[in-house]
């Protein structure tokens, strides 16, 4: 299997390849394309970006700048607003449900690095998918760590880290983020 075909497939690869490198930089290229165009024209999300994106719903927003590391694996529903300095590293799918807001500098993160020194140092990486549902609100600077699932109408709180599933209607808060009483 190719190194893509391990990312895809949930295994360890080494994400030094020249084909993830090639794919990283055609996302730059669409992130670049909506970091520098004019507000006017790009709408919601420069054509590059939007094409390619996995899906991209009706009045979606992205604000500039928005990093993504390939942009294959983002899927975003109707409605989604991403504020200024939001990134993704969509090494796995990452899907967002319809009516997600996400504060300034939220960060996605769906890599998982080797623990052992030496493999790490070779790349070897696991991609974890991360899933939004919908109506959920992410506050600013907040990061969502590889393999969390988000539930609808769901509240992370700003800048917390969130390294466990969050049930829907749950508002989390903190480094790590713990369920709020009441």
Not at 5 to 24: H, P, V
Not at 76 to 103: E, F, K, Q, S
Request: charged fraction near 20%; glycine fraction near 12%.
């Amino acid at each position: 299997m190719s190194e893509r075909e391990k990312m895809a497939a949930g295994t360890w690869y080494s994400c030094l390849d020249e084909e993830l490198e090639e794919m990283r930089m055609v996302a730059r290229r669409a992130v670049h394309q909506h970091a520098t165009m004019a507000p006017d024209p790009r709408g919601g999300m420069a054509p590059l970006l939007r094409d390619l994106f996995a899906s991209v719903g009706a009045d979606v927003m992205l604000e500039a700048p928005f990093h993504c590391a390939y942009g294959v694996n983002i899927s975003l529903a109707d409605r989604v607003y991403m504020n200024a300095g939001c990134v993704i590293l969509d090494t796995a799918p990452v899907r967002i449900g319809a009516h997600t807001m996400l504060g300034p500098g939220v960060h996605i993160y769906c890599a998982e690095h080797d623990h052992d020194p030496a493999r790490r140092a070779a790349g070897l990486e696991i991609a974890r998918p991360v899933t939004l549902g919908a109506n959920v609100w992410i506050g600013g600077g907040a990061i969502l760590l590889p393999g969390v699932r988000i539930g609808d109408g769901a509240i992370v709180g700003a800048g917390a880290v969130v390294s466990r599933d969050v049930a829907p209607g749950q508002t989390v808060t903190g480094m790590p983020a713990r369920a709020r009483p009441g």
